[in-house]
């Protein structure tokens, strides 16, 4: 019998009753969760609308600071709600999942890594319907964008480059690159794109979409 197998009745009954937080009086036992990934997605959709009033308003450089945070919420809701629905497929052997020890039909022969979320975001939605995002066609493609320009703020590299024309009819002339990459445009495909994954993914589940996702 192997480690997990001795385990999971345990897991079971830990996620059955779960852990109440000191000081707080309850007549039973239950798990509780905040749902972070509905603030993320609506922190998300509000930086984007206020990156669009900057741009409007000429207001580049709010527009750029709106811009970076819709894009990096975006990810993390995107991020966020995949894990929460690989924790419901997968329950603790999540975690072994999640650090690459197994792939989602619980086995693999070697570890293979770390996941990305694309990986996640495939993988979990095969596991659940059966069925297969196209990687090659929306939403994933606006998804893979929407993460590479993630990777790209969160791993960002501080070098100097050379100028590049403005996306902007109010400022001519030329901008650093970082100006001319992260708009409001960007920022308004990138909540797009976590709409459309969102959307598509019930779709192949069958499920409705749900209300927080608007």
């Given amino acids: 019998m192997s480690f997990w197998d001795k385990v ?3 897991y079971k009954m830990y996620s059955r009753q779960a852990t109440v937080q000191a000081g707080i009086k309850a007549s039973a036992l239950r798990t509780v969760r905040t749902a972070i990934e509905r603030i993320l997605y ?8 206020s990156a669009e009033a900057a741009c409007k308003k000429g207001d580049h450089k709010e527009e750029l600071s709106h811009s970076i945070q819709a894009i990096m919420l975006a990810a993390a809701c995107m991020e966020g709600f995949i894990n929460q629905e690989a924790i419901k497929m997968l329950g603790p052997e999540f975690y072994r999942y999640d ?5 989602v039909h619980c086995t693999l022969i070697q570890k293979r890594g770390y996941p990305s979320l694309e990986d996640k975001w495939c993988e979990i939605t095969e596991g ?4 297969q995002f196209d990687k090659g066609k929306q939403p994933f493609k606006g998804f893979h964008k929407l993460v590479e320009l993630r990777n790209e703020i969160l791993h ?3 070098t100097s480059a050379q100028p590049v024309p403005s996306p902007w009819k109010d400022t001519p002339g030329v901008v650093t690159p970082e100006r001319a990459r992260f708009t409001a445009k960007v920022a308004q495909d990138a909540v797009k794109s976590m709409y459309e994954m969102l959307e598509k993914f019930h779709t192949l589940i069958g499920k409705q979409l749900p209300e927080w996702i608007k």
């Fill in 156 to 158: 960002y590299k501080a």
């Fill in 8 to 10: 999971r009745p345990h």
């Fill in 99 to 103: 650090k690459g020890c197994i792939d």
């Fill in 42 to 49: 609506d922190l998300a959709c509000q930086h984007a609308a």
């Fill in 128 to 131: 659940i319907s059966n069925k």
